[in-house]
């Protein structure tokens, strides 16, 4: 079994960055898809960013703004964020290990992203 555990989320305000950590334990994720995701009470979850093989994609909200970066040493996915909006206020999940188009096996927790104005 894989458990995801996402850090880094906080207040921060518009124009701000920050870098979430999505820690992965339980096995070796090194040639995994991995994806980030938000998600704001009462909404939809939305797709943030992936890494799927060679290939990153992004949101068009967070093109040039967000990276996702992997250590796989580490077992470790990254979502760095700069600047920040408040639209981006929402939990942030990682996810890993993409078995349909739309579907991943494992899911983090999350962790809370505040975007001040």
């Known amino acids: 079994q894989v458990q995801l555990v996402e850090s880094g989320g906080g207040l921060v305000q518009a124009g701000g960055s920050l870098r979430l950590t999505c820690a992965a334990s339980g096995r070796t994720l090194s040639g995994a898809s991995m994806a980030w995701f938000r998600q704001v009470p009462g909404k939809e979850r939305e797709f943030v960013a992936s890494w799927t093989g060679a290939k990153t994609e992004y949101a068009d909200s967070v093109k040039g703004r967000f990276t996702i970066s992997r250590d796989n040493a580490k077992n470790t996915v990254y979502l760095q964020m700069n600047n920040l909006r408040p639209e981006g206020t929402a939990t942030y999940s990682c996810?890993?290990?993409?078995?349909?188009?739309?579907?991943?096996?494992?899911w983090g927790q999350g962790t809370q992203v505040t975007v001040s104005s």
């Open positions: 996810a890993a290990v993409k078995t349909l188009p739309a579907a991943w096996k494992y």
